[in-house]
T-cell receptor
Framework: SQELEQSPQSLIVQEGKNLTINCTSS?????LYWYKQKYGEGLIFLMM?????EEKSHEKITAKLDEKKQQSSLHITASQPSHAGIYLC??????????FGAGTRLTVKP | NAGVTQTPKFRVLKTGQSMTLLCAQDMNHEYMYWYRQDPGMGLRLIHY???????AKGEVPDGYNVSRLKKQNFLLGLESAAPSQTSVYFC????????????FGQGTRLTVV
């Protein structure tokens, strides 16, 4: 199993609906990152969370970090077709490398 | 601003052939990473470097070698390609590792036949 578990693996929502993607770490979190990947392209940085309880927003996307539970959630409000893609969470490890989850594939139906 | 540039973007290799993937960054970043992305597996770390002249193994290092002779370049080598190495390879760099965002290249799609 992977160090970072993302759920769900895929998600299909109607445009305008809210959605949440979760990321759970099996090891201590030193920093948690959210990236978005459009099909066939590189990763685009969304947000970085470092402290327990921290919450950040970028346009209609909000991410929270629960350090005690070693979890982060990504919430999209009023989804749009432009939100479609693969969302990946990444985490710093104690030895300075960075690991990623398997990703959540989001489809937004117009 | 070029950011992180990967060369080549596509490549087809025959089993047993060798090749080198080049990653170049122009942001003066200390840390550089090589990942592979396979369906359902997300990004898996192959090797990484915390500075010029250093390299370290990641999750899936077998069958790959790396070198960081210059700060701006990180090379990934396949000495004897195998079909299991068919994947999309991504390079990334970050200013100082932990606590700093990583910037990614556009990927190299490698097929080994």
């Amino acid at each position: 199993s992977q160090e970072l578990e993302q759920s769900p693996q895929s998600l299909i929502v109607q445009e305008g609906k809210n959605l949440t993607i979760n990321c759970t770490s099996s090891k201590t979190l030193y920093g948690l990152y959210w990236y978005k990947q459009k099909y066939g392209e590189g990763l685009i940085f969304l947000m970085m969370l470092q402290k327990g309880g921290e919450e950040k927003s970028h346009e209609k996307i909000t991410a929270k970090l629960d350090e005690k539970k070693q979890q982060s959630s990504l919430h999209i409000t009023a989804s749009q077709p432009s939100h479609a893609g693969i969302y990946l969470c990444g985490a710093d490890r104690y030895n300075n490398d960075m690991r990623f989850g398997a990703g959540t594939r989001l489809t937004v139906k117009p | 601003n070029a950011g992180v540039t990967q060369t080549p973007k596509f490549r087809v290799l025959k089993t047993g052939q060798s090749m080198t993937l080049l990653c170049a960054q122009d942001m003066n970043h200390e840390y550089m990473y090589w990942y592979r992305q396979d369906p359902g597996m997300g990004l898996r770390l192959i090797h990484y470097s915390v500075g010029e002249g250093t390299t370290a193994k990641g999750e899936v290092p077998d069958g790959y070698n790396v070198s960081r002779l210059k700060k701006q370049n990180f090379l990934l080598g396949l000495e004897s390609a195998a079909p299991s190495q068919t994947s999309v390879y991504f390079c990334a760099s970050s200013y100082r590792g932990r606590g700093t965002e990583a910037f990614f290249g556009q990927g190299t799609r490698l097929t080994v036949v």
